[in-house]
């Protein structure tokens, strides 16, 4: 077994594809409309869906917000330098809403970014988590 992909609904494709790909470097690697169903998925990553896991965003036609709860957390991505990614994210008009820094009680480095529609994304520094 392994994990394929994470589902996050979205409500407007366009902007969500934006960001994953132009904010966070990601690859848009297929789409699909199912007018019948009036829904939209697109499968974004950095690797193919061969060989990692995925993100499925789906948009339900004509349904531009969801209420998210509280059990929701976030998608995490280990990157290089996490002072570094969050400037690439501002430079790129996406918002930090944690800068980069050691976390609360521990040592991993890591920030936080929100997508357009508050999904939030935890940038882990690598060498620094696990310790």
Known sequence: MRILHTMLRVG????????????????????????????????????SEQDTAVIELTYNWGTETYDKGNAYGHIAIEVDDAYAA???????????????GPMMHGTTVIAFVEDPDGYKVEFIQKGTWGV
Do not use: N, W
């Open 12 to 47: 407007d494709m366009e902007r969500s594809i934006a960001f994953y790909t132009e904010v966070l470097g990601m690859q848009l690697l297929r789409r699909h409309e199912y007018p019948d169903g009036k829904f939209t998925l697109a499968f974004i990553g950095y690797g």
């Open 86 to 100: 969050c400037e690439q994210v501002k430079k790129a008009g996406g918002k930090v809403v944690r800068e980069a």
